[in-house]
């Protein structure tokens, strides 16, 4: 069995292998892809792909833990990174090792993703003392979304650039095992992912950073309310699960099913 670890992560950015990240938020999923990817992230875009909701902002640390337990019974080998929400981390470092250290210790989560850069690394340090892997999280930080105003590509301008490639020495400083770039231009990423030695995991990022993330759904065509420029579909699972249901429905209204072998004598 492949089982990837923080060192491995290491390793392959040091053997430039590409790294394989997908979200998984239940134990069904976890269980199909786990074996082949390096890394499952339990997203807080649980709140619109799982809940339903707008953003991330309403996701919980209960929720974080709920689904992190269920993708741990249906995983085989990869790394469990799991999100810390919104608020369970920016008022102060206390809360914020308390927060992470239910993730790991309830949910059993591997590594904790924060986002943010300069303005949460006492935060991602005090973490790191306490024994939890972090991983950054920076550019379009989908929970900064009331300071945004919208989900646009960042770091598009120079200033915000320079911002983007200091957060990410100070969050490697401080001890973040990788970091997730979201939303950057390729030329910028790549930047960041030849200054770094932690791997930069990027999502809408180009092609240069040290590996990939996708969310599971968009990426199976299963979640199709809205589809970003960076997204690939490989599949089309929602398509596939409506003609599945709407055969399902034709044969039972015509007599079809059960047939003789779904049946008990
Ligand atoms: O929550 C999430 O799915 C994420 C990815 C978009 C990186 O943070």
Redesign the pocket.
């Known amino acids: 069995m492949n089982k990837t670890t923080v060192a491995t992560i290491l390793e392959k950015k040091q053997k430039n292998n590409k790294l394989t990240?997908l979200?998984c938020y239940d134990y069904i999923m976890a269980k199909l892809i786990s074996k082949d990817v390096d890394m499952l992230?339990v997203?807080?875009?649980?709140g619109n792909v799982q809940l339903g909701y707008e953003n991330?902002i309403p996701v919980t640390i209960e929720n974080i833990i709920y689904h992190t337990k269920a993708v741990k019974r249906g995983n085989s080998g990869a790394l469990i990174v799991a999100?810390m929400p919104f608020m369970s981390y920016e008022a102060d470092i206390k809360s914020a090792v308390i927060n992470a250290g239910r993730i790991i210790k309830e949910g059993r989560a591997q590594v904790v993703?924060i986002?943010g850069g300069s303005e949460i690394i006492k935060q991602v340090q005090a973490i790191v003392n306490a024994k939890i892997p972090v991983m950054g999280?920076l550019g379009l930080t989908?929970q900064a979304i009331n300071k945004f105003g919208e989900f646009k590509v960042q770091g598009r301008n120079k200033e915000d650039a320079l911002k983007l490639i200091n957060d990410a020495k100070l969050l490697q400083e401080a001890g973040a095992c990788a970091i997730?770039l979201?939303a950057i231009p390729e030329d910028l990423a790549k930047e960041i992912t030849k200054t770094l030695t932690i791997p930069t995991?990027g999502?809408g990022a180009g092609r240069y950073c040290d590996g990939q993330?996708?969310?599971v759904y968009d990426m199976l065509g299963m979640f199709v309310d809205f589809t970003p420029k960076f997204v690939k579909k490989y599949a089309n699972v929602g398509q596939i699960i409506q003609e599945a249901v709407k055969n399902y429905i034709d044969e039972v209204k015509e007599g079809k099913f059960p047939e003789e072998g779904n049946i008990y004598k």
């Open positions: 990240m979200t992230l997203g807080d875009s649980l991330t999100d993703k986002e999280h989908p997730v979201e995991i999502i993330v996708l969310v």
